[in-house]
């Protein structure tokens, strides 16, 4: 039972490079999809997981599966469509989920025509789903910076982002960081898919951010234990797929993704706002 658990993070470097990598995206993401969550925003996260996808074929394109490239180009794409998307929705009668949209289908089909001109089916399959055991040291590098970049960011302005995401009306009545704020959390929710284009790809990057943040709102309300559980959920996922993904010979990004989903399953069933306890409570007050 150790072999099978811990035998491939102590023998093998690719493996514990993958696993400090997706310690990291989990630490990283997850609270940022529990903002997204709470704002109703949670698609939001998905379209700008195609979003980049332009940059980071251009990248490719240009310096092949370079990690630093691809990933300037699809910050650089995914913060244009996000500002793009939003100026649309302010100064037309469109709203920002249509623009939004509207935005990244153009953004994803450009991406794969832009891979698929110039690569191969392969090329396209790394760009989109990634491969977390090929985790190299430039990569590991940027998921350091850009995950400690989030951490800080979401430590300094931890207050203004609860009241921005549960009342933005009232920030910004008593205060001019309102826009600011939103600025900032626009910019995390572009980067942290971006940093995970390496490990799980540009379409999967997003289920390691909603998945676990998602499952989490079944066992508590409040936001601090919220992000808390959401990171051990991504955690528990990323473990867990790299082990499945090691043992069954399964593709990596596709095996944690899939463990966040099944975690999140149970969550709806068992979790303490699940399917289970809320049958109970109902049972019991009717018998009551």
Request: proline share 4%.
């Amino acid at each position: 039972m150790f072999e099978s658990v811990f035998g491939p993070f102590i023998q093998y470097g690719f493996m514990q490079r993958a696993v400090i990598g997706s310690l990291l995206l989990s630490v990283s993401c997850a609270p940022v999809g529990v903002f997204l969550m709470l704002r109703r925003m949670s698609l939001t996260g998905d379209a700008m997981s195609h979003a980049i996808l332009p940059g980071a074929a251009l990248g490719f394109l240009l310096f092949g599966l370079d990690i630093i490239p691809m990933t300037i180009g699809g910050l650089i794409v995914g913060l244009v469509v996000a500002m793009g998307a939003g100026a649309v929705s302010r100064f037309t009668i469109q709203k920002e989920d249509a623009s939004m949209a509207a935005f990244y289908l153009i953004s994803l089909a450009l991406g794969v025509l832009l891979v698929s001109w110039r690569g191969s089916s392969v090329d396209l399959m790394h760009v989109l789903f990634g491969s977390v055991l090929a985790l190299n040291n430039a990569a590991l590098t940027l998921i350091v910076i850009i995950s400690l970049s989030t951490i800080l960011a979401l430590s300094v302005f931890w207050r203004a982002l609860v009241a921005e995401c549960l009342d933005p009306l009232f920030l910004r009545s008593v205060s001019r960081i309102g826009a600011p704020v939103h600025f900032l959390f626009l910019t995390l929710v572009v980067l942290n898919p971006v940093c995970g284009l390496q490990s799980v790809g540009s379409l999967l990057s997003v289920g390691l951010m909603m998945l676990p943040a998602a499952a989490a709102r079944f066992w508590t309300n409040q936001v601090p234990p919220m992000c808390f559980i959401a990171i051990a959920i991504a955690a528990a996922s990323s473990l867990a797929g790299l082990l499945l993904s090691y043992h069954a010979s399964l593709p990596s990004g596709p095996a944690i993704i899939l463990s966040a989903g099944a975690i999140y399953i149970l969550s709806t069933v068992a979790g303490r706002r699940g399917v289970l306890r809320n049958a109970f409570s109902s049972r019991r007050h009717k018998t009551a």
